[in-house]
């Protein structure tokens, strides 16, 4: 397991002990039943349509490049990512290296009526728990950081509570492990976990072994229109987007210029030049 990883299980354990005890499961079981109705969307929209599917993200903070942007105003970001046209919107609650919160999760819930993410570092139910109980529609699970037995119980236990999965691999070896059981949505992270380094290569690699019936994400290093085009050509379904959203000052014209260029260039079909691109350098 990488070093970062390692370093995140450590944090995680001790998390999930004092979250345990602060909220037990029994708490947060009866804020969940005392809801109006599972929030079992996710899947839904992924697979609806044949429009590329924006996955656009709440991330204040990154172990690569630190903080992201001081612009705490939730509900303008959320109602820049809907006016875009996201599919859904991913939400870290990763305290340690992101700034993410259950909170912040909640928060963005009560301002939208798209599906929500959970995105985070999940290795027990507890978590999932707390997620849904904030309003998650879906829960992301990282093949790199769970074995085969905890990852399909992990799997089992969101089905359970009415959520939705975004599975996540790094490697021909986390898909294989990952299709043992087959998950409708699989999602293809581009970030080397050692390094911090990302390569769209892994996604364009990967992309020839992943199942025509799977709905497939390509997660982190997408930043303009020119990666937009290889991963739509590769035969992707959308894109999970953080940073270039959450360092611009335009999220909506460049989730609408993302979507126009994936549609044009989708699994190599069409050579037409569009969308917005954005150098996140630039706030």
Not at 11 to 25: F, R, S
Not at 214 to 220: H, L, R
Request: hydrophobic letters at 40%.
């Amino acid at each position: 397991m990488f070093s970062f990883l390692r370093k995140i299980l450590a944090l995680k354990k001790q998390e999930v002990a004092e979250g345990m005890e602060a909220i037990p499961l029994k708490i947060l079981e009866k804020q969940i039943a005392s809801q109006a109705a599972a929030p079992n969307r996710f899947q839904k929209v992924m697979e609806g349509g044949s429009d590329c599917k924006i996955i656009a993200e709440i991330k204040y903070a990154s172990p690569s490049r630190g903080r992201l942007t001081a612009d705490y105003d939730l509900k303008s970001r959320v109602s820049e990512y809907e006016r875009g046209g996201a599919t859904a919107i991913s939400v870290l609650t990763e305290r340690y290296y992101f700034d993410g919160s259950y909170q912040k999760l909640a928060q963005v819930k009560e301002q939208t009526t798209l599906p929500v993410l959970q995105k985070d570092f999940i290795i027990h139910p507890w978590q999932i728990y707390r997620g849904r109980a904030a309003g998650a529609s879906a829960v992301l699970l990282i093949a790199a950081l769970l074995d085969d037995r905890q990852l399909q119980a992990l799997y089992y236990e969101a089905q359970q509570l009415g959520m939705d999965c975004l599975v996540e691999v790094h490697d021909e070896r986390e898909l294989d492990k990952v299709m043992k059981f087959s998950p409708p949505l699989v999602g293809v992270n581009n970030r080397n976990l050692s390094s911090f380094t990302v390569d769209l290569d892994t996604c364009i690699r990967l992309a020839k072994r992943l199942p025509e019936e799977t709905v497939t994400i390509a997660e982190s290093g997408v930043k303009n229109s020119a990666d937009i085009k290889r991963i739509a050509a590769a035969g992707y379904d959308g894109v999970l987007v953080g940073e270039v959203l959450m360092t611009c000052s335009r999220p909506a014209a460049i989730i609408k210029g993302f979507k126009d260029t994936f549609d044009r260039y989708r699994n190599g079909k069409r050579s037409v030049p569009g969308g917005e691109t954005c150098d996140p350098s630039v706030g």
